[in-house]
């Protein structure tokens, strides 16, 4: 299939811009007469938004519909517990939202139980870990004492079993092959909450090493097999990752966070969509999945109960607003043009990470086959902090990232990571998407590491005259073709 991009402005809400924009118009009046300050900024981000290459791997451009979603009284209201179970009054237009949403999200994935309230991917995967660990340790824990609540135990008896809901393990994928903070690494407090240990990805090839995850599990015992990633530009193998979860007990917790939009979009079927074959499965809406700032957990019905404790447990109050427009989005997710966005995402990350590889550049596998592209900019001589500015002074917004092995650790980094799915929703198709490897390539080219007292500085660094300027007006070119939300004005 190749990038059509009319379908993907629709997706923008080209057919109600002019709606929109009276929206927009009237809703700017209004701050303004409060903070104008706050509402220049708003006029400001649109502007900048629609005058750059966003190319950043985790965001995209929601449409109208769902952005102005957000903006209501739903806001204003409390609403803990789960629907139909409230612990303040007067939700009954709140549990409409909240089981719209989780309804849509079960449909469009196929899953069992969906919740719709984590305010965050991070949120999300606090909650799978606490139903994780009430499902499979504190509620056998309390059947072993002959209790039914926690409030029913002695103080000896709680002690016991909080340490061994302390003790349990947990293996993910390592931080410089992809994996996320949140799956396990000490700074975050999933580590603190687990023993952890990663799994690479094979030195050679650069892909996840099946046989190698499976052995690590078999050593390792843990009870938490984490599949999912940030920066793999590859396709996982669910099934297997299930798989190696079954024998050695494991329960098979996937974070799509990053690549929910191709298994929305059905880009990722059979073995690699993970929804049928994990336990429970987490995400973000608003990277490749085009909805607002926000989680989901999707689960079986053996870890759905747990799951729907999600507030209080680990969640402050559910964002009313943010869940209605979760609703707008995953019913948007739901129509057969999203399919066309997400063939398109992934179609446009071929093209790019061919642009680059044909320009002599190096890419962390070799390639993709999902929305991004790792760029290992070594071989220009470059950190990926002082790549990721010059490249921004140029007007591309990308940003570094580690590579296996980085040698310049997590905070300079030694990659950029590249992600299709905001120009996609633009309607940037593949020739586009190749002048964007050629500009990226032209700035790396021409992007100097400059001298420091100690030796070569990994932070400055020289572009050369006229650069940025030529690369502006070539993507100005670009992005004039493909407006960001055509017809909208403010
Ligand atoms: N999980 C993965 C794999 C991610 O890449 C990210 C964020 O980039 C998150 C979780 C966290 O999402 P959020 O920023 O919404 O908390």
Redesign the pocket.
Same mark, same amino acid.
Not at 255 to 258: I, K, L, S, V, Y
């Given at each position: 299939m190749t990038a059509d991009a009319s379908v993907s402005k629709s997706g923008l809400g080209a057919g109600y811009a002019a709606t929109a924009s009276e929206a927009y118009q009237a809703a700017l009046r209004v701050i303004e007469q409060v903070e104008p300050r706050v509402a220049a900024a708003t006029r400001k981000e649109l502007e900048d938004q629609r005058s750059s290459l966003k190319l950043i791997a985790?965001e995209n451009y929601a449409s109208p519909a769902v952005l102005l979603t957000m903006g209501t009284w739903f806001s204003d209201k409390y609403a803990e517990g789960t629907v139909g179970h409230r612990f303040y009054a007067a939700c009954q237009n709140v549990d409409t939202v909240e089981a719209l949403a989780a309804e849509h999200a079960r449909e469009l994935f196929g899953a069992p139980y969906a919740y719709a309230q984590p $305010?965050?991917?991070? %949120?999300?995967?606090l909650v799978a870990f606490w139903a994780i660990l009430a499902t499979r340790i504190e509620a056998p824990g309390l059947a072993e004492l002959g209790a039914k609540h926690v409030n029913d135990l002695s103080e000896a008896d709680w002690e016991k079993l909080r340490s061994k809901l302390g003790n349990q393990r947990l293996l993910g994928m390592s931080l410089d092959t992809g994996? $996320?903070l /949140? #799956?396990g690494f000490r700074p975050n407090i999933s580590g603190k909450m687990f023993h952890q240990r990663s799994y690479g990805t094979d030195a050679q090839t650069g892909l996840i090493d099946y046989d190698a995850v499976a052995a690590a599990a078999r050593e390792f015992k843990p009870l938490v097999l984490v599949a999912?990633?940030?920066?793999y530009p590859r396709r996982v193998n669910f099934a297997k990752m299930r798989e190696i979860a079954d024998e050695v007990g494991a329960t098979l917790m996937v %974070?799509?966070? $990053?690549f929910a939009g191709l298994v929305a979009g059905k880009v990722f079927t059979g073995d690699e969509n993970p929804v049928p074959h994990a336990h429970v499965t987490?995400? /973000?809406t #608003?990277?490749s999945l085009r909805g607002p700032?926000?989680?989901l957990v999707l689960a079986t019905e053996e870890y759905a109960p747990a799951v729907d404790k999600g507030c209080p447990m680990v969640l402050g109050g559910p964002l009313s607003h943010v869940m209605a427009a979760k609703a707008v989005a995953l019913a948007e997710a739901r129509q057969p043009e999203f399919q066309t966005y997400a063939q398109n995402v992934a179609d446009n990350a071929k093209s790019l990470a061919d642009g680059f590889l044909k320009r002599g550049a190096t890419l962390v596998t070799g390639g993709t086959d999902n929305h991004l592209v790792l760029l290992d900019v070594q071989s220009f001589g470059l950190t990926g902090r002082q790549a990721e500015s010059a490249l921004l002074d140029a007007g591309v917004v990308t940003n570094r990232n580690s590579i296996p092995n980085d040698p310049n650790g997590a905070w300079y980094s030694s990659g950029i990571r590249f992600g299709t799915p905001a120009l996609t929703t633009r309607g940037f198709g593949a020739d586009e998407f190749d002048k964007v490897a050629e500009l990226v390539v032209d700035v790396l080219s021409n992007t100097q590491p400059t001298a420091a007292s100690n030796g070569p500085s990994k932070a400055k660094y020289t572009l050369a005259d006229g650069t940025a300027d030529r690369v502006r007006a070539a993507s100005a070119e670009m992005l004039d073709a493909n407006p960001l939300y055509p017809g909208l004005t403010l």
């Open positions: 985790s $305010h965050s991917g991070i %949120d999300a995967n994996g $996320h /949140t #799956h999912g990633y940030s920066a %974070d799509m966070a $990053h987490t995400t /973000t #608003h990277k700032r926000g989680g």
